[in-house]
């Protein structure tokens, strides 16, 4: 296989394809069984010494994988190239098959050697041997096209390492770079674990809209759309919230969704408009009880993907070993560097940000402030596991009041790595407080705060038939997965994430 440039190696597979059609045969066969795997060879023979396998060669079951090929190697009448099916590689082996040799037959192997380039998807069928380098390698019996691959794979040794063709072409990503395809099985398994961890604690798993007529939930700006059979507008969902605390009134005690969400705002390594939350609500539980079971939760999720509660993230140690730090905003805000006098104090609060050049946008109360400056000074610091409580009630217009300090909130958010990965609190269920922080929100959107909540009429009448008192947390599962696979973009644990259309259309 000569190495040619690209559109040269394009227009000569087009012509294999044409020239396959031209026989009466199609290039994009659909009758193959495929009973076996890389993976399954691997297990029973990989241990195997080449002594054993030689033994074995002649009562050894015939193996049929199918998969992409890799690379091509031919060394005069013989030929190695690598397969690379869901669960791995493995070598095979073609050679012309002769009195007392296996193989395939020489007219056959000519025409494989011509049809075949890397990038295609075959079906070999042979049994395994070790070659001298001690490589297991399937003897090839048969060797049939399944479907060509029209243009060149990336350079083998480099794969494809364009980060942004990685994130448009995630299909040629998964295909060439095997870690990139390990990041999103173990999503797969972070999701599986987080399922079965409260389905065992008595959790029902329900959907909520994904269309609502009122974007709430959050304070987040939404995507808008329009029914045209009602002609009305909708908006695709902010958060779950307030659907899921409406089944809480409904006798649902424990309740969890793994929804998809959506906000119109900016894209960075942390934000993707469209991304994927945990919900879950629990009836007679307060945020102290989340917390316990947030710590549970992830760090034994750490030693079933991780094997371990002590995971490394972009070179740094975490230890997710239970109890993690708690601390207060109060205490971060101090520990930044502000005096006592000024955390209490809108004004300097204010004098304080402007100082430090900090956007103000929305940011008009005390607690507003406070938070601004909490997460551009203390956030980033956060990198072990920390609960950080006693939030202003200001930024935390649907959680309880805190007994103690009204102007506090029941509240926690975890921080890993300088970034929030959960929001909890105690749920308020006085309808009659609910119902004057919403009408403050519509006043602040009203004044130009876009991202504020707006008035829900039918949520505040479910408060009024009684909700239990309860807790509820969201943890994003896009951050928790970067976490436990060393991913510095949420664009790498995301499959396709959101990107600017280029000129090619994709």
């Not at 060394?75 to 082996?93: E, M, N």
């Not at 809209?209 to 700006?221: D, L």
Request: with cysteine; charged share 25%.
């Amino acid at each position: 296989m000569a190495e040619t440039n690209v559109g040269d190696q394009t227009a000569q597979r087009t012509a294999k394809v044409q020239a396959c059609r031209s026989a009466g045969k199609n290039p994009y066969p659909n009758a193959f069984s495929v009973p076996h795997c890389a993976a399954e060879i691997r297990r029973l023979w990989g241990e195997k010494t080449r002594e054993e396998l030689e033994a074995a060669l002649a009562k050894a079951p015939e193996y049929v994988v199918a998969g992409r090929v890799m690379s091509w190697r031919s060394f005069g009448k013989v030929t190695f190239f690598d397969l690379r099916d869901s669960t791995g590689t493995i070598q095979a082996f073609l050679q012309p098959a002769g009195p007392g040799k296996a193989g395939i037959e020489p007219e056959r192997l000519s025409e494989i050697k011509k049809a075949f380039d890397i990038g295609d998807i075959v079906r070999v069928a042979g049994a395994p041997f070790k070659t001298k380098t001690g490589e297991l390698t399937l003897l090839c019996t048969s060797a049939d096209p399944v479907t060509k691959c029209l243009h060149p794979l990336p350079e083998k040794w480099h794969g494809l390492t364009d980060v942004e063709l990685r994130y448009r072409q995630r299909y040629l990503d998964l295909a060439v770079n095997p870690e990139s395809k390990a990041v999103f099985e173990k999503r797969s398994r972070i999701i599986r674990f987080v399922r079965a961890f409260l389905d065992a604690r008595g959790y029902v798993e329900v959907e909520t809209p994904m269309m609502q007529p009122i974007a709430t939930g959050a304070n987040a700006r939404p995507f808008v759309t329009h029914h045209n059979a009602l002609d009305m507008d909708l908006y695709m969902r902010i958060a779950p919230e307030l659907y899921l605390k409406r089944l809480l009134v409904g006798g649902f005690d424990r309740v969890y969704e793994l929804n998809r969400s959506f906000r119109n705002e900016g894209i960075s390594t942390q934000h993707n408009p469209e991304f994927t939350m945990l919900e879950f609500y629990q009836a007679y539980a307060t945020y102290e009880d989340l917390m316990a079971l947030t710590e549970e939760m992830i760090s034994t999720l750490a030693i079933e993907v991780c094997a371990s509660t002590r995971v490394t993230w972009q070179g740094t140690e975490i230890d997710l070993t239970p109890p993690w730090r708690r601390m207060t905003v109060r205490e971060g805000l101090l520990e930044a560097g502000l005096t006592p006098s000024q955390v209490d104090d809108a004004a300097a609060l204010r004098t304080a940000a402007l100082e430090r050049g900090i956007d103000l946008s929305g940011a008009e109360r005390a607690g507003h402030l406070q938070m601004a400056l909490f997460e551009h000074h203390f956030e980033p610091l956060l990198v072990q596991p920390t609960f950080v409580t006693d939030f202003p009630l200001d930024v935390s217009p649907l959680s309880r009041k805190k007994d103690s300090d009204p102007s506090l909130a029941d509240r926690f958010e975890l921080y890993i790595t300088g970034r929030e990965i959960a929001n909890a609190f105690s749920e308020l269920n006085d309808p009659a407080d609910q119902r004057s922080r919403f009408e403050a929100q519509a006043e602040a959107k009203a004044r130009g705060y876009d991202e504020a909540m707006p008035y829900d009429a039918d949520y505040i009448r479910a408060l009024e038939f009684g909700m239990p008192p309860a807790a509820g947390e969201g943890i994003g599962i896009d951050r928790l997965t970067m976490l436990l696979t060393d991913s510095p973009s949420i664009r790498d644990v995301i499959l396709f994430p959101l990107l600017k259309t280029d000129t090619q259309g994709t």
